[in-house]
């Protein structure tokens, strides 16, 4: 990999929309596939308004074949349009067995039509065992591999998580990292190295692991910086993790001690950071704040 291709990596957008959003007549640049809406299990489409105060402008859409397997997390989407979700438990008494939270789910992109992608090992079902699974997932555009991080397994005491790299064309895993619960998974060049970097779910630490380029881990896990001291709360956890055009490394966080509830991404607040590539040391760009995408 040339050090122009590894600077472009997380940052050039590669992502597009599901050719079907704009069948179903829906304006696809104000348009998208949401699991956060507070009433409506697994995913659905939603046409925002042009306006936020015109709720009428709003409209929404729900296939048969997306609420079908329960309430969903975290969303990714990849080159042609297809979005890739996982099983999310809203409540502790609703949540889903401990055998289904584990699956990968993905909305075809041109069908609009929602299956199983992969099933990953099933998590023990002893005593103490957290009732989650994939807390998130990333699709890398160029390595064409998509990241689950799943934390199945994990109790108090122990920690159990694995971050997988999996080929989106068959729902193989080709690889994974092991030990780690991890909140956020995203891949950029930043540092200058294909890198995956990695929000802890057990403490306010942003980690990170080199990839080759084809997407498999290469080298140990080191420390990347900490965001526990840069705001009012030491509770938060990387919950999305993202390049913005400059290069700067956005960290969307919130509040996690593995308790099932709603994700709302407003709830989140964000810290951004800077790389120096002279002195491979990260500048704290913005403490906490509210949520704002750059």
């Given at each position: 990999?040339?050090?122009e291709?590894i600077?472009?990596?997380?940052?050039?957008?590669?992502?597009?929309?599901?050719?079907?959003?704009?069948?179903?007549?829906?304006d696809?640049?104000?348009?998208g596939?949401?699991?956060?809406?507070?009433?409506?299990?697994g995913?659905v489409?939603i046409?925002?308004?042009r306006?936020s105060?015109?709720?009428?402008d709003?409209?929404?859409?729900?296939d048969?074949s997306w609420s079908q397997?329960?309430?969903?997390g975290t969303?990714t989407?990849?080159?042609?349009?297809n979005?890739?979700?996982?099983?999310y438990p809203?409540?502790?008494?609703?949540?889903?067995?401990l055998?289904?939270?584990?699956?990968i789910?993905?909305?075809?992109?041109?069908?609009g039509?929602?299956a199983?992608?992969?099933?990953?090992?099933?998590?023990?079902s002893?005593?103490?065992?957290?009732p989650?699974?994939?807390?998130d997932?990333y699709?890398?555009c160029?390595?064409?591999?998509?990241?689950?991080?799943?934390?199945?397994?994990s109790t108090?005491e122990?920690?159990?998580g694995?971050?997988?790299?999996?080929d989106?064309e068959?729902?193989?895993v080709?690889?994974?990292?092991e030990?780690?619960d991890?909140s956020?998974v995203?891949v950029?060049?930043?540092?200058?190295?294909?890198?995956?970097?990695?929000?802890?779910a057990?403490s306010?630490?942003?980690?990170?692991?080199e990839?080759?380029?084809e997407?498999?881990f290469?080298?140990?896990?080191r420390k990347e910086?900490?965001?526990e001291?840069?705001?009012?709360t030491?509770?938060d956890r990387?919950?999305?993790?993202?390049?913005?055009?400059?290069?700067n490394m956005?960290?969307?966080?919130?509040?996690?001690d593995y308790?099932?509830g709603i994700?709302?991404?407003?709830d989140?607040?964000?810290?951004?950071?800077?790389?120096n590539?002279?002195?491979?040391?990260?500048?704290?760009l913005?403490?906490?704040?509210r949520?704002?995408?750059?």
């Open positions: 990999m040339t050090s291709e600077s472009k990596i997380g940052i050039t957008s590669c992502r597009t929309q599901a050719p079907f959003i704009k069948d179903l007549g829906f696809m640049s104000r348009s596939l949401s699991t956060t809406e507070p009433s409506v299990m995913v489409l046409q925002y308004p306006k105060a015109d709720s009428a709003k409209k929404m859409y729900q048969r397997y329960g309430w969903m969303v989407s990849d080159l042609d349009g979005t890739y979700t996982a099983p809203r409540e502790s008494t609703s949540g889903r067995p055998s289904e939270i584990n699956k789910y993905m909305v075809n992109g041109a069908t039509n929602m199983v992608l992969t099933e990953l090992p099933k998590a023990d002893a005593a103490g065992v957290y989650f699974g994939v807390l997932l699709y890398d160029h390595g064409k591999k998509l990241y689950a991080s799943s934390v199945a397994g108090p122990k920690e159990k694995v971050i997988y790299a999996i989106p068959n729902g193989a080709i690889d994974k990292l030990g780690h991890a956020a995203f950029g060049g930043i540092t200058g190295q294909k890198r995956l970097f990695f929000g802890s057990r306010s630490d942003v980690y990170s692991v990839l080759t380029k997407g498999k290469k080298s140990d896990v910086f900490s965001i001291k840069l705001g009012e030491r509770n990387a919950r999305r993790i993202h390049s913005n055009e400059d290069g956005m960290i969307f966080a919130s509040k996690f308790t099932p994700e709302r991404e407003d989140q607040a964000l810290y951004r950071f800077a790389y590539k002279s002195t491979k040391k990260w500048i704290v913005q403490g906490r704040s949520r704002k995408e750059n």
